[in-house]
């Protein structure tokens, strides 16, 4: 299997190569060209196996130039070597008789971001040895919260890699700063950026794409890679979840093979709910792809109208992890929307970069209208989901997660549909202990944040994660800032190169 760019149809790489480059070299998005096939029987035969078996199987088809015995490697170390909670790599919760919660934070960071990033440095070594000669790999990545701690966890110390993670300042969770500031290892950097998330990503693409910079890399013998989820490499691994899961459902038979299934995805960068859109392609029975936003709606909007326009404010929210307005991955799904013409993608791209905004017209947007809903939810409904859940259900969940059983109500409501539906948790709770705390309480929190922490243990009864608990006795390795006009030089300082 061979992948592609959605800006240019002949820049042909083989799965190895799109994992190590990570973007094309003129900003397009690797995609493949064909998806395997995931028939009525294969299917079956999937649902009898195991989550590191299904993954093996799947991944074996988009990486082919990978052995079996590489990719039963790779899988064995991120998926069950104890890297994730004895209840399963992603095990659902029932919460009524429609609907059930995908909880994909079991892994080391507490984050769904683990499912592809315990995996990715295993994928990356191996297409470094294939792709790059002996090159060492330089991994940069920016975040909204739960990449960066997932790439720096899954990437710490694994020999001929370095990584550099930026985060917006002040545009994370308090959990989340910390996780990143006491992260362990030799050859990581985390800096926070005074700007939003979308000046991180940018500055970060610029970095990328520098052709300066790459040549003193290049000389250095290193190369730049890239841990965010415009690397197929991220993807691959999320489309495994969603087959599983629709397996796990047959298995306990909630629904039997063939029966459609929606799915609700907390959104933000569109990667999550992309992995979705793929399996559905492949084969998966997956009905409306139910694509929940927070108060900064850009893809509600573009899913409604036709017209992304990011020409808006950029709130700070509840749900940090979903505060962007430039959605990279949705170029991969315009590519399929457009007919894969790479020249169509290339001017759209190009007009969101110039004027901030497109309009993909009126075929397209009945082509998006009929596998996506697109909805949002403000904090106030964000608060009223965790408690509604809380309340109705005993269960207690994240904001984001709670966006997405928000928006899921909503369309329940609105359409009438009531076909069974898979709500995907992206995160665990207690990463964002304060805006829960809130909306059970109803009251301002305490400032500190492991006393939220405690509060929120004693109210509800659900134990904090060993992970987030142990925060407390680690010592800040990272609490430097930079400009947004500093991110090259702190790149080049720590490589040590100029
Ligand atoms: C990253 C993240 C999201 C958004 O996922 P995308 O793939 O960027 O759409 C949602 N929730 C949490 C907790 C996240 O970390």
Same mark, same amino acid.
């Given at each position: 299997?061979?992948?592609? /760019? *959605?800006?240019?149809?002949?820049?042909?790489?083989?799965?190895?190569?799109?994992?190590?480059?990570? &973007?094309?070299?003129?900003?397009?998005?690797?995609?493949?060209?064909?998806?395997?096939?995931?028939?009525?029987?294969?299917?079956?035969?999937?649902?009898?196996?195991?989550?590191?078996?299904?993954?093996?199987?799947?991944?074996?088809?988009?990486?082919?130039?990978?052995?079996?015995?590489?990719?039963?490697?790779?899988? *064995?170390?991120?998926?069950?070597?104890?890297?994730?909670?004895?209840?399963?790599?992603?095990? !659902? @919760?029932?919460?009524?008789?429609?609907?059930?919660?995908?909880?994909?934070?079991?892994?080391?960071?507490?984050?769904?971001?683990? !499912? @592809?990033?315990?995996?990715?440095?295993?994928?990356?070594?191996?297409?470094?040895?294939?792709?790059? =000669?002996?090159? =060492? &790999?330089?991994?940069?990545?920016?975040?909204?919260?739960?990449?960066?701690? @997932? @790439?720096?966890?899954?990437?710490?110390?694994?020999?001929?890699?370095?990584?550099?993670?930026?985060?917006?300042?002040?545009?994370?969770?308090? &959990?989340?700063?910390?996780?990143?500031?006491?992260?362990?290892?030799?050859?990581?950097?985390?800096?926070?950026?005074?700007?939003?998330?979308?000046?991180?990503?940018?500055?970060?693409?610029? &970095?990328?794409?520098d052709p300066q910079l790459q040549a003193a890399l290049g000389a250095h013998g290193m190369m730049f890679s890239s841990a965010n989820s415009i690397n197929w490499g991220r993807l691959a691994p999320q489309i495994v979840y969603y087959v599983s899961a629709y397996c796990d459902l047959v298995g306990e038979e909630e629904i039997a093979l063939g029966d459609i299934l929606n799915v609700a995805v907390p959104t933000g960068n569109f990667g999550n709910i992309l992995a979705a859109w793929y399996a559905k392609r492949m084969g998966l029975p997956?009905?409306?792809?139910?694509?929940?936003?927070?108060?900064?709606? $850009?893809?509600?909007?573009?899913?409604?109208?036709? $017209?992304?326009?990011?020409?808006?404010?950029?709130?700070?929210? /509840? /749900?940090?992890?979903?505060?962007?307005?430039?959605?990279?991955?949705?170029?991969?799904?315009?590519?399929?929307?457009?007919?894969?013409?790479a020249a169509a993608i290339s001017a759209l791209m190009r007009e969101l970069g110039e004027k901030g905004a497109y309009d993909v017209g009126g075929a397209v947007r009945e082509k998006l209208q009929a596998e996506f809903h697109g909805g949002f939810c403000g904090e106030e409904g964000t608060e009223a989901a965790i408690r509604d859940v809380f309340g109705r259900y005993s269960y207690l969940c994240d904001p984001h997660t709670a966006v997405a059983w928000s928006v899921y109500g909503e369309y329940v409501q609105k359409t009438g549909d009531r076909t069974k539906t898979l709500l995907v948790s992206t995160a665990n709770p207690y990463k964002f202990a304060g805006g829960v705390l809130r909306a059970l309480t109803g009251k301002e929190p305490r400032t500190d944040e492991f006393e939220r922490l405690r509060s929120l243990e004693a109210l509800t009864g659900e134990p904090v994660p060993q992970q987030i608990a142990e925060l407390a006795g680690k010592p800040v390795r990272f609490a430097g800032t930079c400009g947004r006009d500093e991110m090259r030089a702190a790149v080049t300082g720590f490589l040590g190169i100029s």
């Open positions: 299997m061979y992948y592609m /760019s *959605t800006r240019d149809l002949t820049a042909r790489v083989t799965g190895a190569q799109a994992v190590a480059r990570g &973007i094309s070299v003129e900003g397009g998005l690797f995609v493949p060209e064909a998806l395997p096939a995931l028939t009525p029987e294969r299917l079956e035969r999937l649902c009898g196996m195991r989550y590191t078996e299904r993954a093996q199987e799947l991944l074996s088809d988009f990486f082919p130039d990978f052995t079996a015995e590489e990719v039963r490697a790779g899988v *064995t170390a991120a998926y069950a070597s104890g890297r994730f909670a004895d209840g399963g790599v992603a095990p !659902l @919760a029932k919460l009524s008789p429609d609907a059930y919660l995908l909880e994909l934070w079991h892994g080391p960071t507490c984050a769904f971001k683990d !499912l @592809a990033l315990q995996l990715l440095p295993h994928l990356l070594t191996l297409s470094a040895r294939r792709a790059a =000669g002996e090159k =060492g &790999i330089v991994v940069l990545a920016a975040t909204s919260g739960d990449t960066g701690k @997932a @790439a720096l966890e899954g990437f710490r110390d694994v020999p001929g890699v370095r990584i550099v993670v930026f985060y917006p300042a002040g545009g994370v969770s308090e &959990i989340q700063r910390l996780q990143m500031a006491t992260q362990e290892g030799g050859n990581v950097m985390v800096c926070g950026v005074h700007g939003n998330f979308d000046d991180t990503q940018t500055g970060v693409k610029r &970095i990328f794409t997956l009905g409306k792809l139910i694509c929940a936003s927070n108060r900064n709606n $850009v893809l509600t909007d573009f899913i409604n109208t036709g $017209v992304y326009d990011r020409r808006r404010e950029l709130y700070l929210t /509840s /749900s940090p992890s979903m505060d962007i307005l430039i959605s990279s991955n949705l170029e991969r799904l315009l590519f399929e929307l457009h007919g894969r013409d």
